[in-house]
């Protein structure tokens, strides 16, 4: 599927599909219109090479909607002052802290299943992935419980 420069490879997962030919930060309604209807076929959406500040991130989450504030760090500050919508998971250590949340990706997890109203999308930022052997650590994985339902017995 394209859509004017927007290009959508769908994955030969249970979901998920890759955006190419975007610059996240100067979207047109017309790109940012088949990046929201790939987000509703694939349900999880990967734009690689992403430049992003954090001011970015923010313009591009809230055109899916309003933006909830990010839980509060264990150490009762938020992480990015004055942005309450980023929430740094992180295992770098400078100063002899941690610059983010070190164990909020390290279990399974969903983001706001908690709340009465629940995210309807989490966006991630990846600025740097460590490899070993080739191999990505801190991979994020993501499973359907749409697909799990419908693959159960009648």
């Not at 994955?11 to 599909?17: F, H």
């Not at 949340?101 to 997890?109: F, R």
């Not at 299943?113 to 490899?131: C, D, F, M, T």
Request: net charge negative; charged share 20%; hydrophobic share 40%.
């Amino acid at each position: 599927m394209t859509s004017a420069s927007v290009t959508v490879l769908p994955s030969d997962k249970t979901l998920g599909a890759e955006i190419r030919g975007v610059d996240l930060r100067h979207l047109s309604d017309g790109e940012f219109a088949a990046i929201y209807q790939a987000w509703l076929d694939h349900s999880v959406i990967l734009c690689r090479g992403q430049n992003l500040t954090d001011h970015d991130l923010i313009a591009f989450s809230r055109r899916f909607g309003d933006l909830d504030w990010a839980p509060i760090q264990e150490t009762g500050r938020r992480f990015v002052e004055g942005l309450p919508e980023i929430y740094v998971v992180s295992n770098i250590v400078r100063d002899g802290q941690h610059i983010g949340s070190y164990d909020a990706g390290s279990l399974w997890h969903t983001d706001g299943s908690y709340l009465e109203n629940p995210h309807a999308i989490s966006a991630l930022h990846a600025l740097q992935v460590p490899a070993i052997d080739g191999r990505t650590l801190g991979d994020t994985e993501f499973s359907s419980t749409s697909a799990a339902y419908d693959a159960l017995p009648d």
